[in-house]
């Protein structure tokens, strides 16, 4: 069974540009979590979508956004990108409904802001 | 007062040593505490998953966890040198759509 899929798994962006992350969850999964992870910060909750609706929201601006696809599919979007956005960004999918804890991560997407 | 306060380390210990990975929480409405282990370049993947007070064994893992104290420990016995990695805990409130916290992480570094 396939994991947590996330592209691109590197990418490099200037101050003030705008990116898109893409994250395909396990088969079956239909909630999908993102996180950012920093060295100051450690891991952080964004948001987390549950059949196409956004179930919870962290404490970030609105500068990231996200949403989900029927497929199950999300994107996270970070807008107006400035360089304290230099992060690891991971995706999680949970097996269904009710399942504390048991998030599946992918290895995540490495943004650098120049 | 951060929510949850895990010791970045690096911990560095020789192979087969026993190995204690702590954390602290402030919120008592905390219910389910679980461990990460992240390799270098890797996402996070869950070791342990325990409900309430209490001891729970996997193998050469033991998870423990004390509310009263707001304390929850990962014991590792025999460590190998692949058990080198960051391990992060992680605490919800409740069930079905909470989203975890998660301490820092401690890196753990287990010389042969």
């Known amino acids: 069974k396939a994991g947590v899929t996330q592209t691109p798994r590197y990418l490099i962006k200037t101050r003030g540009q705008q990116v898109t992350l893409s994250c395909s969850p396990i088969s079956g999964h239909r909630s999908v979590s993102w996180y950012q992870q920093t060295p100051g910060q450690g891991l952080q909750f964004l948001f987390e979508?549950?059949?196409?609706?956004?179930?919870n929201k962290g404490n970030f601006p609105g500068r990231f956004s996200g949403r989900q696809f029927s497929n199950s599919r999300s994107e996270m979007n970070v807008s107006t990108l400035e360089l304290g956005d230099s992060a690891l960004y991971l995706c999680?999918?949970?097996?269904?409904?009710?399942?504390?804890?048991?998030?599946?991560f992918g290895e995540g997407s490495r943004l650098t802001v120049l | 007062q951060k929510e949850v306060e895990q010791d970045p380390g690096p911990l560095s210990v020789p192979e087969g040593a026993i190995v204690s990975l702590n954390c602290t929480y402030s919120?008592?409405?905390?219910?389910?505490f679980m461990w990460y282990r992240q390799y270098s370049r890797k996402g996070p993947e869950l070791l342990m998953y325990t409900y309430s007070s209490g001891n729970k064994e996997d193998g050469r893992f033991t998870a423990q966890v004390d509310k009263s104290s707001k304390y929850i420990s990962l014991f590792i016995r025999d460590s190998q040198p692949s058990d080198s990695a960051t391990y992060l805990c992680a605490i919800s409130a409740n069930s079905g759509y909470s989203t975890l916290t998660f301490g820092k992480g401690t890196m753990l570094l287990v010389s042969p």
């Open positions: 999680a999918s949970r097996p269904n409904s009710g399942s504390t804890g048991e998030l599946f």
């Open positions: 919120n008592s409405a905390f219910q389910y």
């Open positions: 979508y549950f059949s196409e609706t956004q179930r």
